[in-house]
DNA sequence: TTGTACGCGTTATCAG
DNA sequence: CTGATAACGCGTACAA
């Protein structure tokens, strides 16, 4: 069933079917009608070869996953929720998303580099940046609208939009250093991802602030997951001076230290202090204690990256410069028991106000719509 | 950058250098040499719009996951497992995985059916199926390569794979009854999603064959998260008669039960029994007690419908009648120490030999790879 | 308001 | 082994 199929069965020219589906006003209202009609009842929608050929673009706007590159690793709905924002924007805009995968097997370079060449995309989004990131560069020297989710060292002026590791770590060294803990452990990711690099220096500016210095020692690298989270453990353990908290940069390895303390006899929040990170629907939310971590509005995120695109690929086809912007995304903490005064902190934290809960928070917030700048 | 510019830079015909790139035998090694190099240097990739519409294909596999259905909310270590699988064996047959995310405002039939009239792929995948699945039905009555990824009443016979339910729920129940238990409640999904009932029946049907009736009151259906589970355990406890045990079809019900019986003071192993489901690599290992549950080789699993996927789509090719295949997916009991011998059993069960342990298992097993129907 | 005809970039056929 | 050319399905400029 193509155009001409439907023309024939309708009598007229294909000309005329095209301009009634397109929705042009050089048609008339009947005919418009018996066209759509008759689309509708045969199953015809234009096919999407011959349309973006003729157009010179295809309405389709990419978002790059990269299989066992850190957040892609997690147990639960990190992306798929930030699609939904995304999706849910683009569809406004008649565009569509399709989710490219980047296997094992294949390097995220040159799997950029064929969805470009190859003109599947009107825009592309790049997750999981790295602090020197290929794809970044490549793409700032093509024609292509795109936005980098996570900074990146790479590249010159460029769109992204990045998570406020600086502020949940300010917060979370704040709220320790409060409680009156001194040595504090940082657990952060493995690999070249970029914000595990970001979270460990923001923590590291945070303590110095206070006037403490991050022991490398005290970073502990691992991979995001349970397991990772459970090695952290192992090393928190075997430490001759053991940290009294810990902050970490994802829930999963918070889960896992939970674990390794247990086990341990050593438990949260009363012997050690331990604060986790993003807070999603279905994970992490029932560690007991409860963990204090930060609410994080992923839809709304998706959001922005879905309008922020369609600007891009609209200034592009307009022929007007294109509208960079940076986002830092803020995120809420949730105070939780895992974090509770020192009993004997040799300094003596002054006291906080908290309220601990046990349940899940079920209130959802708009994140605030900052400009970016 | 076009077939043109490319030709025209090497002095040869767009004739040549298409049957260059397209490794036809009717060209010179040194023509061919000079073509792949300056492809390389200038960046050149056939645009796929042209060679879809020339082609008749697009070499582009579909694989939709449908917004907030089910395993999407927890879904994406479950999901971007299965992509994994399936990228690697479809890049093998220079297929190309593209995922669609059908978001909460269309519908999913709709989606299919866009997907599907526009030419946008060459075989779709098609997961988190209902009992009553439109989707199936329509896909049947088109002529394009389509894959269920879960079972369904609906359509006549076509290609599925779906883990096997009835394997997990006997299983679960005869630890349980060998455990002495006799009030077994079940935890499974809400909505229509189809493996919420077959994995109700078949704990139903596996009571039934040990002489046990399934009162309807035992099912308790939630949505699939920690929440989900947490309310879940506020159902069992406010029974007058509570259950000795649980089975549940997805292990985030079972770490929301956790909480809530801890909560309560009931332990999960010692005064009740819990058996959850899948095992993923980031996902609900560290719950103390462990938890009984059940290994799932979800790679394996993604390669199969890779392979199939492949073999559908060369058959129409070459004008042969599609290989239907149906496949049940095997999982393996990993026990835990959620699970122990009732120490007042009325009936009293008898010893079951079980190896409890605390740390994830490691293994990975390739699943048995026992043809399809 | 409608029909005709061209070209988007590619691959395949056919002639040389 | 290579070059010229037709066709894939569509949207649009232009003619009617």
Known sequence: MNIHDLAKHLNISIGTVSRALNGRSDVSAETRKRVLDAARKLGYSPNQSGRSLRRGSTGMVGFMVIANRSRAVRGEAFFMTVFDGVQSVLAKHNLDLVIYYCGDEQSPETYVQRIVERGLVDGLIVSQTTRVDHRIDYLLQQNLPFIAFGRSQSGGDHSWIDLDFEGVAEESIDLLYRLGHRRIAVATTAGDVNYGFIYAEACRAALK????????????????SEAGGYRVGERL????????????????????????????????????????????????????????????????????????????????????????????????????????????????GETVALRPETKPARRVRRASETAGS
Chains 1, 2 share one sequence.
């Open 209 to 224: 602030r206070r006037g403490l210095e991050l022991d490398d020692d005290l970073i502990i690298r691992e991979a995001i």
């Open 237 to 348: 353990l075997a430490m001759k001076q053991r940290p009294t908290g810990v902050v970490s940069v994802e829930n999963s390895l918070a889960i896992g230290l939970y674990s390794k303390l247990k086990e341990a006899g050593v438990e949260p929040g009363r012997d050690i202090a331990v604060v986790g990170f993003d807070e999603t629907p279905t994970f992490g939310l029932f560690l007991q204690p409860s963990l204090t971590r930060f609410r994080l509005a992923l839809v709304d995120l998706g959001r922005w990256l879905g309008e922020h695109m369609a600007e891009l690929i609209e200034a592009k086809r307009s022929g007007k410069a294109a509208p960079v912007a940076h986002k830092i995304w803020p995120l809420e903490m949730v105070p939780g028991a895992s974090t509770i005064p020192l009993l004997s902190a040799a300094g003596g």
